[in-house]
């Protein structure tokens, strides 16, 4: 019973850092994370690779819904955070994990019809040129999935995505098998060796090189839930590459409260589909948050979902500027407010657990995934 108030404390508290006078830096929280460790592993029946991959998630409970949800229990979180391992090979694993507190020192595709759209007003997406761009950070931090959907790098083989656009809460999509995630890089010009004349009119044409996917990590939050009330909170998935990609990456931080976001506002780059090839940026303000998600109307399409949701904030510890990941961008939500239907684009957002989580994921050790 302890250990499951503390959990509670935990998912309901975080350690803001409040604004104390006029020169106040929007400033990275220090959070002190729980630890997730596996416990066993199952292998499980080689899946069928039968599901239609999907590059958007619609579920119909809004923000109102998920906060008038009761907290889950400690077994249930144990539940959700333990996941599925695919491998290149077609392999599957389950982890059961246990979660610790270190004592030194938290489908709903039926109903309302609608069009698809994601866009609201005057469409704000910025459509990104020139290698000068593409290829520098942080909009060389976005690839693009085989199966549709976008990622970002976080660590030299890792790239964080959306579950949905590996599985569909009941089965992993085909193609998931075969995952590729691909690189924009300038295509070489016929005649063009160690020629430096460029068409400053013409944006540079760019190509995809692809790495294969060596195992890809899915928590059974998201494989039980299939996207309605809870699953949508676990819409992640991290993918590990066969080989290093040799670009630098974004940090995955916890997200700290929509209030002290800088101008309450973030930011995420994907591969919308009414745009093919291009990469596209936009930011927006958070009209609404819960927990577990973030609820905003950047103007999106199907195709940029598993984008790193980010923001830029003060590094009290490094003294410096840093962006870092604390979301992943989900999809499309009708809410009704009061009788009225709103439309939301959604984030999943990087809690203490999910952090620990992740982390360890990429890491391999507890103790570098301490400090969110």
């Known amino acids: 019973m302890a250990a499951l108030s503390t959990l509670i404390l935990l998912l309901c508290a975080a350690k803001d850092v409040m604004p104390s006078s006029p020169h106040w830096k929007p400033t990275w929280p220090s959070y002190r994370v729980p630890v997730i460790l596996p416990q066993s592993t199952l292998n499980l029946d080689k899946p069928q690779f039968d599901a239609e991959a999907r590059l958007e998630v619609v579920s119909p409970c809004g923000p109102a819904c998920h906060k008038s949800s009761p907290l889950p229990t400690y077994e249930e979180v144990k539940n959700y955070l333990s996941y599925e391992t695919l491998y290149a090979n077609g392999s599957l694993t389950e982890t059961e994990v246990g979660i610790y507190i270190l004592s030194n020192g938290g489908d709903g595709s039926q109903g309302r019809s609608r069009t698809k759209r994601q866009i609201y007003g005057y469409d704000s997406r910025f459509s990104i040129f020139g290698k000068d761009f593409l290829l520098n950070y942080p909009f060389s931090t976005s690839v693009k999935l085989s199966t549709g959907c976008t990622g970002t790098l976080v660590a030299e083989k890792h790239v964080l995505t959306a579950a949905h656009c590996i599985h569909d ?7 998931a098998q075969k995952l590729r995630v691909g690189f924009l890089k300038p295509k070489q010009k016929d005649g063009s060796k160690g020629s430096n004349i460029t068409n400053s009119a013409m944006p540079e044409k760019m190509k995809f090189q692809w790495i294969r996917v060596k195992r890809t ?7 039980k839930g299939n996207a ?13 590459l066969k080989k290093p990609h040799k670009r630098k990456f974004m940090k995955i931080g916890v997200s700290p409260p929509a209030r002290h976001l800088p101008g309450g506002r973030i930011h995420f780059s994907g591969y919308d589909n009414d745009r093919p090839g291009n990469l596209v940026y936009r930011f927006c303000d958070v009209k609404d948050e819960t927990y577990d998600l973030l609820y905003q109307q950047c103007d999106a399409q199907p195709g940029a979902s598993g984008s790193g949701v980010y923001v830029r904030m003060w590094k009290r510890q490094n003294h410096k500027w840093e962006r870092k990941i604390i979301g992943i961008f989900s999809g499309h939500q009708w809410v009704d407010m009061n009788g009225t239907p709103q439309d939301f684009n959604v984030a999943v957002r990087i809690t203490p657990l999910k952090y620990a989580q992740i982390c360890y994921w990429i890491k391999g050790n507890y103790l570098d995934c301490r400090e969110g």
């Not at 809460?169 to 193609?175: I, R």
């Open 217 to 223: 990590h899915v928590p059974k939050g998201w494989i």
């Open 169 to 175: 809460g009941k089965s992993y999509v085909k193609g």
């Open 228 to 240: 309605n009330d809870i699953g949508m909170d676990y819409d992640y998935a991290l993918l590990e």
